[in-house]
């Protein structure tokens, strides 16, 4: 239809755009990543918990919330993950 090769036309037009635009952001995510391992590694709870938005939506499918959703601050997570540190003194990522 019409319409359909004028979406074609559309995308292939704003393909660049968007492909930069996905490239930024993918950059930028991997960037909190990166940062997040680090933490890990120097076992860093500041630098852990500045990965994590003020206020985590949690949802676990399996436990018995049944993905009803829990939420927690920055910092709690970062307490978390220095508890799971504490208890495998091991781990590097």
């Not at 037009?13 to 968007?18: D, Q």
């Amino acid at each position: 239809t019409v319409e359909a090769v004028n979406w074609c036309i559309e995308s292939t037009a704003t393909h660049n755009e968007k492909n930069d635009n996905s490239s930024k952001i993918m950059k930028e995510k991997e960037a909190v990543v990166h940062r997040y391992f680090e933490g890990v590694n120097k076992k860093d709870p500041k630098m852990m918990s500045s990965c994590f938005a003020t206020k985590v939506e949690l949802r676990d499918m399996c436990g018995p919330s049944k993905g009803k959703p829990r939420y927690a601050s920055s910092s709690d997570m970062a307490d978390r993950c220095m508890e799971f540190l504490a208890a495998h003194p091991d781990c590097v990522v």
